[in-house]
């Protein structure tokens, strides 16, 4: 009993950074058509930006983490005004290649820059759990729950009360009409790109001080939210949270009762299983996105 | 005239290790041609039906582990006390269950994922070749897990009256995948030019017009994916008695990527277009070592795709063949003349 409680409680850390990379894919997804391979890497990036910040320059860990959500809004925005706006208008398939290319290329960077030995980020959190009964938690998990947490809530906000959110959400059901209606699409594009960006990057930097930095980091990740995204739906951001925990229960069930060397493969089976028997998601609702 | 070309290529690439004597460059030039195999499979399925599988590597995995564990034999339990004792058959035998097991493996993920269309699809053959990775890793008592199945012996073939002849240097293998390349080569053009040919393009143009004149998806693409997947198992079987060394390592997603590359550069929808991106590409990395680092060679493949997506999106191949208006023109008269024959 007391081993359930202590996988539940590590689903709920879990959870909340799966959903921060979900919700960043399936905005990128619904909104732009577009199957982003680079997700992955904003997520590495985030991790990496956390450790050069704290460890090469000796700034605060709380410090650090607004300017790596910042890089990866940054390098998303890139990213998108390069490769993706001259694309615009071609089928999935070419975009799908071009961002194939751009993971390669960028993942590689990543490895000549930095060497492939995993590094640690310094927190400032202590290093004795906050143990509560038989279930045990650090401070630095509970920590990333929470900024998890109210960065969900901010998108939340930002897509559903502001005048950016309505607009994105008038581009994914309509975007010849919202053109017509004055919405800049071209901007909403790559505001979506950039914000779906800085949220993988967001989960990189705290799931990174969490476990090691290493390049090939952000693969995983990356299926991850794939399939916490068709599992959600395409483009529903309340999926996206939901499928965040669910696969983040998942893991920690089939890692703790199956076998640990088949963890990562539950994100996979449940993507074949949900396409396959629910090819629209758990929670359809493509129409609209929030 | 494109008999002749094809004839003069072949004649070239057989050639070859007549005037090139460089171990190195020739293992190059193998392993090249094996993963050309593979792209010429993937091209069934991305250039002639339109679907992108992302999780090709899976086949190839399959083919060199049951053609390793074929010719090396195993012995594993299953639930339930039942054990599986399998004595060590000859690599031919390995080689023809690669192609058997693989093609099944392609049925059954064809008839599940043609379920799915576009980035769907791509996403659950992507998810099929991971599984497969994680088992590889994961079975260590049947795959030895990352401790690699090692000691494959190389391939043979019993010749009638000949005795048994063993590929066991590297020329050998060269005209071996040279062989087997071209036989596939052959079989795919048989393929899309007969009449289930016409109807995957078809499938690939409008699938909803094809429907409309009664064209059966789900038996015409799984049809693809079995050929499809049965020529990538007879490549990965080719090379793992080649390299004689197996790990779950195969089939990681880099080696669909390369796979991806070689047919989106040289032109998917063309017979030759895997042939010359498979070359291009596969010999690249010994064109760029003396200059450049790994990594940095990696980050040149990837720049390379996007260029080429960017300046050639249809591939090399076609990009040539309209650039050049004398094979064009070659090409165009066979084709109107034929179309003049069958409406006389």
């Known amino acids: 009993m007391s081993e359930l409680l202590q996988h539940l409680v590590n689903t709920l850390v879990l959870g909340g950074t799966y959903a921060l990379l979900g919700i960043g894919l399936t905005l990128i997804f619904g909104i732009m058509n577009v199957v982003n391979f680079t997700h992955g890497i904003l997520y590495t990036f985030g991790a990496y ?160 001080p969490v476990y090691v930095v290493y390049p090939a980091m952000g693969d995983l990740a990356a299926v991850k939210a794939f399939a916490i995204v ?30 640990s060397g088949y963890r990562d493969a539950m994100g996979f089976v449940i993507i074949i299983a949900v396409l396959i028997f629910r090819p629209t998601g758990l929670f359809p609702r493509a129409e609209r996105v929030g | 005239m494109r008999l002749i070309l094809s004839i003069l290529a072949i004649a070239a690439l057989a050639s070859v290790p007549l005037w090139l004597s460089d171990p190195y460059l020739l293992n190059a030039l193998i392993t090249t041609g094996i993963f050309v195999i593979g ?36 012995d594993v339990g299953l639930p339930f006390g039942i054990r599986i004792v399998h004595e060590p058959w000859s690599p031919l035998a390995g080689f023809v269950m690669a192609v058997l097991v693989s093609a099944l493996c392609g049925y059954l993920v064809g008839r599940l994922s043609f379920r799915v269309r576009g980035a769907y699809f791509v996403i659950v053959t992507i998810s099929f070749a ?21 000691n494959i012996p190389p391939m043979s073939v019993g010749l009638p009256g000949l005795g048994e002849f063993i590929f066991r240097t590297k020329l050998h293998n060269y005209y071996l995948v040279l062989g087997v390349a071209v036989a596939c080569y052959l079989l795919i053009a048989r393929l899309v030019r007969s009449h289930v040919g016409r109807a995957m393009r078809g499938l690939m143009e409008n699938e909803t017009l094809a429907v409309s004149i009664g064209i059966d ?25 080649y390299i004689k060394i197996i790990d779950p390592e195969v089939f990681a997603f880099i080696n669909t990527v390369t796979m991806v590359i070689m047919v989106v ?61 004398r094979l064009r023109r070659v090409r165009r008269p066979s084709f109107s003349k034929r179309g003049i024959e069958e409406s006389a």
């Not at chain 1, 030995?117 to 310094?122: I, N, R």
């Not at chain 1, 994105?168 to 979506?192: C, E, K, P």
């Not at chain 2, 339109?50 to 590597?57: A, P, Y």
């Not at chain 2, 590889?136 to 199945?149: D, F, I, K, S």
Request: aromatic letters at 8%.
């Open chain 2, 130 to 150: 991971e599984v497969v990775r994680l088992v590889a890793l994961n079975w260590v008592e049947l795959t030895q897990g990352p401790l690699a199945l090692t």
């Open chain 2, 265 to 325: 550069a040289g032109g998917k929808g063309s017979l030759a277009g895997p042939v010359v991106g498979g070359l291009i590409f596969g010999l690249m990395p010994v064109a760029l070592r003396p200059v450049m680092a790994p990594e940095a060679q990696w980050i040149a493949y990837g720049a390379a795709l996007i260029v080429i997506l960017f300046i050639m999106p249809r591939g090399i191949v076609p990009a040539l063949t309209q650039w050049m208006p």
């Open chain 1, 230 to 259: 068709i599992l959600g739906g395409l483009g529903n951001i309340t999926g996206a949270v939901i499928g965040g925990f669910i696969l983040a229960l998942a893991e920690e069930l089939g890692a703790g009762y199956i076998s």
């Open chain 1, 49 to 208: 930006v956390m450790f050069i910040v704290v460890q090469k320059f000796g700034l605060n860990f709380f410090v650090a983490l607004p300017l790596s959500v910042a890089a990866g809004w940054l390098l998303g925005a890139l990213v998108e005004l390069t490769l993706l706006r001259p694309l615009r208008g071609s089928d999935i398939d070419t975009t799908m290649l071009v961002m194939i290319g751009a993971w390669i290329a960028m993942q590689s960077a990543t490895l000549w820059v930095w060497g492939g030995v995993a590094k640690s980020v310094p927190t400032p959190f202590p290093d004795a759990p906050l143990s509560i009964g038989p279930v045990s938690v650090s401070w630095l998990r509970l920590f990333v729950l929470a900024a998890a947490a109210a960065l969900i809530v901010l998108t939340y906000v930002l897509i559903n009360r502001t005048r950016l959110g309505s607009a994105m959400r008038a581009t994914f059901q309509d975007h010849d009409t919202a053109a017509l209606m004055g919405v800049n699409v071209d901007l909403i594009y790559t505001s979506t790109f950039a914000l779906g960006s800085s949220l993988a990057a967001a989960a990189g930097a705290l799931l990174g």
């Open chain 2, 217 to 241: 998806v789900t038996k015409t693409l799984t049809l693809a994916a079995v050929v499809s997947a049965g020529i990538c198992g007879a490549a990965g079987s080719l090379y793992a008695h």
């Open chain 2, 39 to 74: 792209a010429m499979s993937l091209n069934l399925l991305l250039g002639f039906t339109g679907q992108l599988s992302l999780g090709h590597i899976a086949f190839f995995g399959i083919g060199a582990y049951v053609s390793a564990l074929t010719s090396l034999g195993f």
